[in-house]
């Protein structure tokens, strides 16, 4: 089943969730002290693509919510709007409902997505 929905997911808005993870990341990359930023980017970008069996476990710390602070102000609200719009917009279908949540997720994750562990259930 997580397979399907997976493979629904990607075609239903998150590979353009993804793309957005990977830009950013390539535009954290270009100076030298962003290039943590990005990595982070291009890891939080696999659960964009694969949403379904996958949860978010917040361990931050200080280091994690100065960055948060940085990242909030640059590129968070950009992609939390995006992801958070594709949402609501999936949500007004009963068959969508499903994949606004995961929307819904990776919107909060994307306003804070240093000290987040993504763990598989």
């Known amino acids: 089943m997580k397979f399907l929905g997976n493979l629904i997911w990607i075609i239903c808005g998150g590979l353009?969730?993804?793309i957005g993870w990977w830009v950013a990341?390539?535009?954290?990359?270009?100076?030298?002290?962003?290039?943590?930023?990005?990595?982070?980017?291009?890891?939080?970008?696999?659960i964009s693509l694969n949403p379904f069996g996958k949860e978010v476990v917040d361990e931050g710390g200080a280091?994690?919510?100065l960055l948060n602070v940085?990242?909030?102000?640059?590129?968070?609200?950009?992609?939390?709007?995006?992801?958070f719009l594709m949402g609501c917009f999936l949500c007004?279908?009963?068959?969508?409902?499903?994949?606004?949540?995961?929307?819904?997720?990776?919107?909060?994750?994307s306003l804070f997505p240093f000290g987040a562990k993504i763990i598989k259930i």
């Open 16 to 18: 353009i969730s993804a």
């Open 25 to 46: 990341g390539i535009l954290w990359c270009i100076t030298v002290v962003g290039i943590p930023v990005g990595l982070q980017c291009f890891k939080l970008s696999s």
């Open 63 to 65: 280091v994690s919510c």
């Open 70 to 83: 940085i990242w909030f102000i640059v590129s968070g609200v950009e992609l939390a709007l995006g992801n």
């Open 92 to 109: 007004i279908t009963i068959i969508g409902i499903p994949f606004g949540k995961q929307f819904f997720k990776i919107a909060k994750l």
